[in-house]
């Protein structure tokens, strides 16, 4: 009966309500977000929106009435986080980008993204960091208060709203020059970058976007703000207690940024071992979006079975280069460029590309939670923190490929996708 409410819940877009007794949960064993080996055995333990224990079977001692979920052959560890999303995209093969912001009506897109939503949770994805609304304005923070609010089903959202472009930097492109295209983000420049930052952070971005560099047929990638344009907004966002990520692409709008102080970059396609190492120095990660690469080259008609395309070739190699200088990397998707719901895809690529299943584990979850200054509140299985567990089949830390598998979501200590379903 538990299971049929559950599911008509769901159905209807209303959230599970986190059970106030204590829930044991009995896995084969548990990831727990930094040890490079799972923990076999471990069960934990947690009521409401914590968790109260974990450790060996042995060692934990279950609350007196407390509900057994077992979990056989499965792995239990942190909620994943995607630290880069569009949930008001849609899949570019669908609708190009240019369509979607200039001819698809916001409340249609807004439609669009509860489901989303609804589809990035369940696939396991417990918090996102969605990165620009692109053109839809501050959509993002209505989306974000309904999932809080308890009206539809999604993860912890962190947003940024309209993200920031510098003037004619940006799109649409390609209408009259005379016309006043709409834009899929806020165009500023030199002094008015602070008024910009701080109107998108009273509108309730939590991170400020900037695109640091732009992709022009004829001049190839070129930086679009200047240095000390980049450090003023990030100075004035920093001000406010609101952390800064750089889209970046070019080798210089990566060093311009990582000298301002953002806290992550994007992307990172022509990024060197030099321009990786200084980000190194400084703290700065990386979300590589190698899902989104690779989405585009299908769209452009590349099959797995053919060559490897150039722009993939040195997506690859970009990539490795950022492994060997030590750059912390954090699993950004963008998804939106591709399905919502597939957002392991990125993990799935993190490994293909040379990292061990269990890095790329901990970049979805403790690498991510620290990066986004949420490592005190979810990440890992510790007692204290919040009810953030998935549970999969089989085990990711020797198949990356697992995360295919979810059969349990708990989010705040809500049952989202029940294994006895």
């Known amino acids: 009966m538990q299971s049929l409410v559950l599911a008509t819940l769901l159905s209807l877009g209303a959230e599970p309500?986190?059970?106030?007794k204590a829930i044991l949960l009995k896995p084969a064993r548990v990831f727990d977000g930094i040890e490079v080996k799972p923990h076999e055995g471990w069960v934990v333990v947690v009521r409401g929106g914590k968790i109260e224990s974990a450790g060996p079977a042995a060692e934990v001692k279950a609350p007196d009435g407390a509900r057994v979920i077992e979990l056989p052959g499965m792995t239990l560890l942190p909620g994943l986080v995607d630290a880069h999303t569009h949930l008001l995209l849609h899949p570019y093969n669908e609708a190009t980008w240019d369509d979607q912001v200039l001819r698809e009506a916001l409340a249609l897109r807004v439609c669009r993204a509860t489901n989303h939503a609804k589809s990035t949770?369940?696939?396991?994805f417990t918090t996102i960091r969605?990165?620009?609304?692109?053109?839809?304005?501050y959509a993002d923070v209505g989306i974000k208060q309904a999932i809080e609010q308890k009206i539809i089903p999604g993860p912890r959202m962190f947003v940024t709203t309209r993200a920031i472009v510098a003037t004619g930097s940006y799109g649409p492109k390609g209408f009259a020059p005379e016309l006043r295209i709409p834009q899929g983000a806020?165009?500023?420049?030199?002094?008015?970058?602070?008024?910009?930052?701080r109107d998108q952070i009273g509108k309730g971005a939590d991170w400020i976007k900037v695109y640091a560099d732009a992709w022009n047929p004829e001049k190839g990638g070129t930086p679009t703000f200047t240095a000390d344009e980049l450090k003023l907004l990030v100075e004035t966002a920093k001000s406010a207690g609101c952390p800064?990520?750089?889209?970046?692409?070019?080798?210089?709008?990566?060093?311009?940024?990582?000298?301002?102080?953002?806290?992550?970059?994007?992307h990172g396609d022509n990024g060197d071992v030099e321009v990786f190492r200084l980000?190194?120095?400084?703290?700065?990660?990386?979300?590589?979006?190698?899902a989104a690469a690779e989405a585009m080259s299908r769209y452009r008609g590349w099959k797995k079975s053919d060559p490897e395309p150039p722009a993939l070739k040195a997506k690859r190699a970009s990539f490795k280069e950022a492994l060997e200088a030590g750059v912390t990397i954090v699993n950004g998707s963008d998804a939106g460029v591709f399905a919502h719901g597939d957002n392991a895809r990125e993990l799935e690529l993190l490994v293909e590309y040379g990292m061990k299943p269990a890095e790329a584990l901990r970049s979805a979850t403790s690498l991510a939670a620290k990066a986004m200054h949420l490592d005190q509140k979810l990440g890992t299985v510790r007692a204290g923190l919040m009810t953030d567990l998935i549970a999969v089949e089989g085990?990711?830390?020797?198949?990356i490929a697992a995360l295919r598998k979810v059969r349990l979501v708990m989010k705040?200590?809500?049952?989202?996708?029940?294994?006895?379903?």
Not at 279 to 290: D, E, F, Q, S
């Open 279 to 290: 980000m190194a120095r400084k703290n700065v990660a990386l979300c590589p979006t190698l």
């Open 244 to 266: 800064v990520v750089a889209h970046a692409m070019t080798k210089e709008g990566m060093r311009r940024s990582a000298e301002a102080g953002v806290e992550t970059i994007e």
């Open 130 to 137: 969605d990165l620009g609304t692109e053109g839809a304005g």
């Open 186 to 197: 806020e165009e500023a420049d030199g002094e008015s970058l602070q008024r910009v930052v």
């Open 121 to 124: 949770l369940l696939a396991g």
């Open 395 to 399: 085990d990711p830390t020797a198949d």
């Open 17 to 20: 309500i986190p059970d106030s």
């Open 412 to 421: 705040d200590g809500a049952i989202y996708l029940d294994p006895s379903k």
